[in-house]
DNA sequence: TCTGGGGTCCTAGGACCC
DNA sequence: TCTGGGGTCCTAGGACCC
């Protein structure tokens, strides 16, 4: 058995928690650059507002709605999803973080009978403790959990919607088999975990629509029309687990990538950009343990501005020996820049990726003595650099080539909220 | 004027090598 | 007329997820 716990409209709740007149108004949060909406809440969904919507084209509904649109706090985001993970841990014995917002939790050995009084109590432990709305679903699979949290939370926000009651949290494993087959029958299965736009088209135009119709093909025509990865789905929703809770493992490619706030046309200001993205991508490296084989840098116009000459490119540089020392990763992306840079092109977005990523802990046995002795010196350096930066924050020490052009390419922020929850100084303030 | 970022997995063609 | 096969790397893109 597993239960999936699930913040609802996670960034906007949030928001609500330091800000609670923000309760009840639509409200959007915002994307880098204040580009899009990235989380609505349930007002702003009334309101037509579509998950990715570009602000410009609603802004409107500022004036004429009283929609109230926030840059992304991420720093607070991260800080209030740990304090409602450790809540949602104490549901079960095992607990996969899935996202920002989710949790699955595995089940065994939790008394059948009590999974449901427990869910309902988590969630009102979370509630309570961090001001988080959550939904949770629970089933005999990671899918019908991720199926059963859907439910809730549609149900939640429009009762009625489905022809059996339920409430914030919905256990398919307490209904009957005729409640079941009503909720298969109103579901659409592109809703489905795993089932995305494309493959719920093809479905759709074979006849397949609702999440029931799907449960009745057979096991081998799925397979044999689409995939074993469609395959599994079908068995997980017919109960039978095939995906288990995962441990929390090293990444294997770390990026750091932004569009610009304004287009870029010199090296230099890509250069400083590129430097600042490769720091922060070899520091969430050192962060995880790992050592860095490959780094691809890649540069792009962008699609929207259609006059502008399109151009995309990304190299891949490969690291003598891996590391994860902010300099030797930055001039590997510095000279993958030089290579791709086409001068007269509007670059609009440009990115850090580290490939090959490797457990820094496994001893390079091939190391000549001067090489050890450099890669000590490295770490040392490295070492100071993340204290530096976990104590006074990112940008307090930087290379000299971030420092050049420009920075055209920074990001505009203009409505983000203060960080209550990690900044002593923008501490929420309460007034009696 | 203004359109996000971070992941995983898979496929496929061309270059290059033996 | 007939024109290898297999492996790896690079690059690009597409599917899915949040």
Redesign the pocket.
């Known amino acids: 058995m597993f239960a999936l716990v699930d913040g609802n409209n996670f960034y906007c709740s949030c928001e609500r928690v330091f800000q609670p007149r923000l309760q009840g108004r639509p409200m959007v949060v915002l994307?880098?650059?204040d580009?899009?909406a990235?989380a609505r809440s349930d007002e702003s969904k009334q309101l037509g507002i579509k998950m990715?919507a570009?602000f410009?084209q609603i802004k409107d509904l500022e004036r004429t709605a009283g929609l109230v649109a926030l840059s992304a706090n991420f720093t607070l985001y991260g800080d209030m999803s740990a304090r409602m993970m450790s809540l949602a841990a104490e549901m079960g014995p095992e607990q996969e973080i899935?996202?920002i917002?989710?949790s699955f939790i595995g089940l065994a050995g939790v008394r059948k009978t009590e999974i449901t009084q427990r869910a309902w109590d988590t969630r009102t432990k979370i509630l309570q403790w961090t001001g988080i709305p959550t939904c949770v679903g629970i089933g005999s699979t990671k899918t019908l959990a991720?199926l059963a949290n859907y439910i809730a939370k549609t149900t939640d926000r429009k009762p009625g919607s489905y022809p059996v009651r339920l409430g914030k949290v919905c256990n398919l494993v307490d209904l009957n088999d005729r409640q079941r087959r009503l909720l298969y029958e109103n579901t659409a299965i592109g809703e489905v975990?795993?089932?995305?736009?494309?493959?719920?088209k093809q479905l759709e135009s074979s006849g397949v629509e609702t999440i029931w119709q799907f449960m009745q093909l057979d096991a081998g025509t799925v397979r044999s029309r689409w995939s074993v990865v469609l395959e599994r789905t079908w068995r997980e929703l017919h109960g039978q687990s095939c995906i288990s809770i995962e441990e929390a493992a090293a990444?294997?490619?770390?990026?750091?990538?932004?569009?610009f706030g304004h287009p870029v046309t010199e090296i230099t200001e890509l250069a400083s950009a590129i430097t600042e993205f490769a720091t922060r991508a070899a520091a969430?490296a050192r962060k995880q343990n790992s050592n860095v084989g490959?780094v691809l840098v890649f540069a792009r116009t962008?699609p929207?501005?259609v006059k502008d000459t399109q151009y995309?490119?990304?190299?891949?540089v490969?690291l003598s020996r891996p590391c994860a020392d902010t300099l030797q990763i930055t001039s590997a992306a510095l000279a993958g820049l030089k290579r791709l840079y086409k001068p007269g092109i509007n670059y609009c977005?440009a990115?850090v990726m580290l490939l090959d990523l490797q457990d820094a802990a496994i001893h390079q046995s091939e190391l000549g003595l001067f090489d050890i002795e450099d890669a000590e010196k490295s770490k040392r350096l490295m070492k100071a650099i993340d204290a530096v930066t976990d104590r006074f924050g990112h940008g307090s020490i930087q290379l000299g080539a971030a420092l050049l052009g420009k920075k055209k390419w920074e990001?505009r922020q203009e409505r983000r909220t203060p960080h209550y929850t990690t900044s002593l100084a923008e501490v929420a303030i309460a007034r009696a």
Do not use: L
């Open positions: 994307s880098n650059n580009g899009c990235i990715g570009p410009f899935y996202s917002d989710e991720k975990w795993g089932i995305g736009r494309r493959i719920s990444k294997k490619e770390i990026a750091h990538t932004r569009s969430k490959q962008s929207f501005r995309s490119r990304s190299i891949v490969p977005k990115g990001k």
